[in-house]
Structures are given as structure tokens and as C-alpha cells.
């Protein structure tokens, strides 16, 4: 792989759950060239705790798996996604059995299955608390034995190429027009310090979210919003990024940062008390411990402010100390090391960004506005969340649009007229020279996840939104004068990409004049189904 130039029938970016499943799928038939910035194993699939959701319960029908999602999805949700994804659940997760996932069962064979906020029935599926890793292992194992999928860890894409950016000095830039069309993606290679281009026909997005946005996050190191920045840039439309999931219980430890107790405690049984010792979760939602995870974490918010406490306490102390060892020994291990006993002490908990459900708006197949795009897993926008994710959903959205995509992107394949595959040009650094002062680009980093999470956080309002716009935009003026005066890191394009996420967040809160899911605006705190029943649409129409 030493050429700098290489030509695939696809490209897909990211190593999760939906970027192996869509390698795996699509490997059979075609050339494929899987990139992932550091190695296979770093995505936020790894660190999924809870599960898979999916009606495999007696009693549990598509019907009510719909419903749920609708409901959490606050009027935002496609319908037809919805069902088509509730309905090929069983489906995919007899394909994660076949390649090799071990998920818990009873003694008697069956998939025991857990509960999560806004489920009405039993219907996660789990390896214990680590369901993620399994998931990964398994995955990142068929894809190593995958003869067909060239593998590029530590590669880092930096940007797609797409026909509008080729024509750009000849004056045809109109990014994401009707004639442009993606041709494969520049990516920099972090060992060598080299950029590649990877010249392909299909680019798949699954590269995952952007928790990284904000101060506090259950996700891990990656997740800075590469694909959504990527696909905005090229001229895709970008859609619901006000729809900042945050997960309402984070541990509180100075010990432990980003981890995340998961909500199948409270499904198994787990009890939120504030610092009084108060299960105050009754006098915010008839669900209680329960409620969709807007309204639980907007509850926390709340408490901790009233009272000024620094956190909650996720109680389980009433369950057997068995249980707890046997069924989540992942939180508990973590709890035993920053010295919380969960068997015998409430566990400190606070919200903290935990998922993205905006992103590239994508067809039922996965596929964006820009043509031989396609997009899956978190840094897409299907439909399926709306408003507000349903737990454990999305490893099922990511398995299932893999699936699709793969198909579509076939079928992509078998209409391309054969023409030589086009030689993009390498990428030109000009005078960029090495970073003098690393300083300046940790102090951007850190203030951006400092006033998103200030400013943009679980409750906003229009001041707190306008002071992000406008902190953000200068921030975003700077970053862009260091990307082209430097020679690329990870961490540049990182920043850079980490800042337009940010904006697009903020212009999509700004826009939308209501409260709404996981919007919650002090200056609008209603819904306003005759004006906003829709999705936020963003769009950067002209190359620049
Ligand atoms: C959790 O285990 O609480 C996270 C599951 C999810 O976010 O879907």
C-alpha cells in the first residue's frame, strides 16, 4: 500500500458496528478500502454498554417496539423508517450471532433480554454490561480475515473529493449540485505524516458522532464529528444537530471520566435519589425511573441546580449483590476503583453528551443528497431517532443500514458506466509548515467543549445561543487560518472538524423556535407542531 494514489470500488470510513457490517457485507462483491484514524478497535461501538434492541420477547410486537420509538422520537420520527428498522431487529441480531457475538441467555437457550428507558417490554439484548466490546471483537476479528477489504488504521480522512471540489478553479464549484458527485476521500496517513488519496466511486460514512463537542461526554477520544463536518463541507445536506442526546448518568468521579453507568440498571431496578436521599424522579414523569432519557436528564439538570448539589446518586443498593456482580461486572469493577461499593453505596451520577441524532440526511438506503455518498450509524440522519433517541436503537439502525447500503451501493456499482478509474490529484500542502505553538489549538479544543457545554447544553435559551454563535465563529475563523498555514495532524483536522459540528449545533438550536425532544429552549418551551413538525435542515450550498 505504499502508492499514494489508490483506486477501490468503495471507501468507507470508520470501524464501528455499521462501517465493519458494511465492509463485511459489500467486501464479497467488491474492492473495498476500509480507513479508521487510529486503530479497528477505537469507535464508540466499543464502549456501548446496554444493548440491542430488538422484539424478540414473547409478548413484545413490532407494533409496540414502533410506538416506543415514536413516542421518545416527539413527532420528529420518518414512520416508514421506523418500522422498516423495528422489523429487520430479529433479523440483525441473528447476523451478529452468525459472526460470532456472544450475547447472554437463560439457561434454556433464550436471549435474556433487559429494559431501558421508554421501553414498554423486555427487549435489549446484552453481553452483560459491555455489549459494545463484544460486538467489536467479533466484527474486528471477520474483518481481519476478510481477503477482499483492504484495512488503513492510523488514516485519517481529511476530506472527500468530489467533482465540484476538482472543477473548483475552473468556476464550476457548486458542491453538492445535481451534477457533483463524490470521487473518493483524501486521508492522512498519521504514521508517515503523508496524505493519500483514495479514489473511489462510493464513500461510506460511518465515522460516528461527536460527544467530543462537549465537556463532558460518555464517548471516547474519536468522536469529533469527522463525517458530518466532511459531508457539510462537500455540500451534503446535515440535518437535526440540535438533537444532542445526554445520557443522565455519567459517573461523578475525578478518577474516572466519560463512563457511563448504564440505564439497564434503572431498567433492572435502579433507583435516582438526589443528595437528600429523595427518589425524585416520581414528580417529573409518571415513568419515573424510566422516562425517555430527554426528560430524565433534564430532571437531573434540574435537581442539581435548585439544590446546587454537584451530583445525583443512582441507587441499587436494594438488589441482591449477586446480580449486581453477575450482570454488570464492567460498572462495578469501575465503581470499586474510584471507591464507590454500588452493592452497598448510591453511585454519584451527572448527564454528560452522549449522542449525536442528527447527522448526514440519508434515504432508506443510506444514501445522501451527494451523489455515491452514502451514510450510516450515528453520523447519519434517517429518521429513526426524530427528536429523541429510544435506547439501545442505535447499534440496531447502525447493523441494519449497513446491511442496505452495502446493497445500494451494488447497485451503484452495476450502473457506473466502466470508465477508467479517475486519477485525483495528490494532495498539495503548498507552505504549510510544522505547528509552532500546540498551545493555541489545545486552548481552541478546550474552549469549545467549555461553551458547548455551557451554552448549548440540555437547557438553552437564545442569549446562551447567540453568545456560542458568535464565540464560535471567531474560534472557527482562527482554526481555519492555522489549518492552512500548518502541515495536517489529527488534532488540526480533529479541531476543524470538532468547530463546524459545533456551529452546525448551534445554528439548528437557533432555528428551531420551540421546545421539541431533546431541544429544550427556556425562550420557546413549547411545541409547536404548526410551525416545527420537520427537520432542521443545513446546507452549505457553494464551495468556498
Ligand atoms: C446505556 O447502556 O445506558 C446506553 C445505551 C444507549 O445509549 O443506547
Known amino acids: 500500500m505504499g502508492d499514494l494514489n489508490t483506486h477501490y470500488d468503495a471507501v468507507v470510513i470508520g470501524s464501528g458496528i455499521a462501517g465493519l457490517t458494511f465492509a463485511l457485507e459489500l467486501g464479497?462483491?467488491?474492492?473495498?478500502?476500509?480507513?479508521?484514524?487510529?486503530?479497528?478497535?477505537?469507535?464508540?461501538?466499543r464502549w456501548a454498554q446496554g444493548g440491542f434492541s430488538a422484539v424478540l420477547a414473547e409478548g413484545d410486537t413490532f407494533d409496540l417496539h414502533v410506538r416506543d420509538t415514536l413516542v421518545a422520537g416527539a413527532g420528529l420520527c420518518r414512520e416508514d423508517v421506523v418500522r422498516m428498522v423495528v422489523e429487520s431487529g430479529p433479523e440483525a441480531v441473528a447476523q451478529l450471532i452468525a459472526r460470532g457475538v456472544t450475547l447472554?441467555?437463560?439457561?434454556?437457550g433464550r436471549l435474556e433480554l433487559t429494559r431501558e428507558g421508554g421501553h414498554s417490554r423486555r427487549r435489549v439484548t446484552h453481553a452483560r454490561d459491555a455489549t459494545g466490546h463484544a460486538i467489536q471483537s467479533a466484527l474486528t476479528a471477520r474483518i481481519r480475515e476478510?481477503?477482499?477489504v483492504d484495512i488503513f488504521e492510523h488514516h485519517h480522512a481529511v476530506d472527500l473529493i468530489t467533482r465540484a471540489r476538482l472543477a473548483k478553479g475552473r468556476g464550476k464549484g457548486l458542491a453538492g449540485g445535481a451534477d457533483d458527485r463524490v470521487l473518493g476521500v483524501y486521508a492522512l496517513d498519521t504514521a508517515t505524516g503523508q496524505v493519500r488519496a483514495l479514489a473511489a466511486p462510493i464513500v461510506c460514512l460511518a465515522t460516528g458522532g461527536a460527544g467530543r463537542a462537549y465537556m463532558y461526554t460518555s464517548n471516547p477520544e474519536v468522536a469529533t464529528g469527522d463525517g458530518v463536518a466532511m459531508a457539510y463541507r462537500a455540500g451534503a445536506?446535515?440535518?437535526?444537530?440540535?438533537?444532542?442526546?445526554?445520557?443522565?448518568?455519567?459517573?461523578h468521579s475525578r478518577g474516572e471520566k466519560n463512563f457511563l453507568i448504564s440505564e439497564a440498571l434503572r431498567g433492572e431496578g435502579g433507583v435516582l435519589r438526589n443528595a437528600g436521599g429523595e427518589a425524585f424522579m416520581p414528580r417529573y414523569h409518571t415513568l419515573k425511573d424510566l422516562a425517555p432519557r430527554d426528560i430524565v436528564a433534564r430532571a437531573i439538570d434540574r435537581e442539581l441546580k435548585?439544590?446546587?448539589?454537584?451530583?445525583?446518586f443512582l441507587d441499587m443498593t436494594h438488589m441482591s449483590a449477586d446480580f449486581l456482580e453477575s450482570h454488570f461486572p464492567n460498572i462495578h469493577a469501575t465503581c470499586l476503583r474510584v471507591g464507590v461499593d454500588m452493592r452497598t453505596t448510591p453511585i454519584p451520577v451527572v448527564p454528560g453528551a452522549h449522542y449525536m441524532c442528527g447527522g448526514v440526511q440519508v434515504d432508506t438506503e443510506g444514501r445522501s443528497h451527494l451523489h455515491g455518498l452514502l451514510a450510516i450509524g450515528e453520523v447519519s440522519c434517517t429518521g429513526l431517532h426524530g427528536a429523541n433517541r429510544l435506547a439501545s436503537n442505535s447499534l440496531l439502525e447502525g447493523a441494519v443500514y449497513a446491511?442496505?447500503?452495502?446493497?445500494?451501493?451494488?447497485?451503484?456499482?452495476?450502473?457506473?458506466?466502466?470508465v477508467p478509474p479517475l486519477d485525483v490529484p495528490i494532495w498539495d500542502a503548498g507552505d504549510a509548515r510544522s505547528p509552532d505553538e500546540l498551545v493555541l489549538m489545545n486552548q481552541s479544543w478546550d474552549e469549545i467543549r467549555r461553551l458547548m457545554w455551557s451554552y448549548v447544553g440540555i437547557v438553552r435559551s437564545n442569549r446562551r445561543l447567540k453568545r456560542a454563535e458568535r464565540r464560535l465563529e471567531l474560534l472557527y475563523s482562527e482554526v481555519r487560518e492555522e489549518y492552512w498555514r500548518f502541515l495536517l495532524s489529527a488534532d488540526l483536522i480533529e479541531l476543524r472538524n470538532l468547530c463546524t459540528v459545533a456551529q452546525l449545533t448551534v445554528k439548528s438550536a437557533l432555528t428551531r423556535q420551540e421546545s421539541r425532544g431533546l431541544h429544550y429552549s427556556i425562550d420557546y418551551p413549547d411545541a409547536d407542531d404548526a410551525n416545527w413538525a420537520h427537520e432542521t435542515v443545513m446546507r452549505r450550498p457553494v464551495f468556498g
Open 237 to 251: 445536506r446535515v440535518a437535526n444537530m440540535e438533537f444532542f442526546q445526554f445520557h443522565p448518568t455519567l459517573l
Open 306 to 312: 435548585v439544590r446546587g448539589d454537584s451530583s445525583v
Open 146 to 148: 476478510h481477503e477482499r
Open 403 to 418: 446491511v442496505r447500503a452495502a446493497r445500494a451501493a451494488r447497485t451503484l456499482l452495476d450502473e457506473l458506466p466502466s
Open 28 to 45: 464479497d462483491h467488491a474492492r473495498v478500502a476500509l480507513l479508521t484514524k487510529r486503530t479497528l478497535v477505537d469507535t464508540n461501538t
Open 104 to 108: 447472554d441467555r437463560h439457561d434454556d
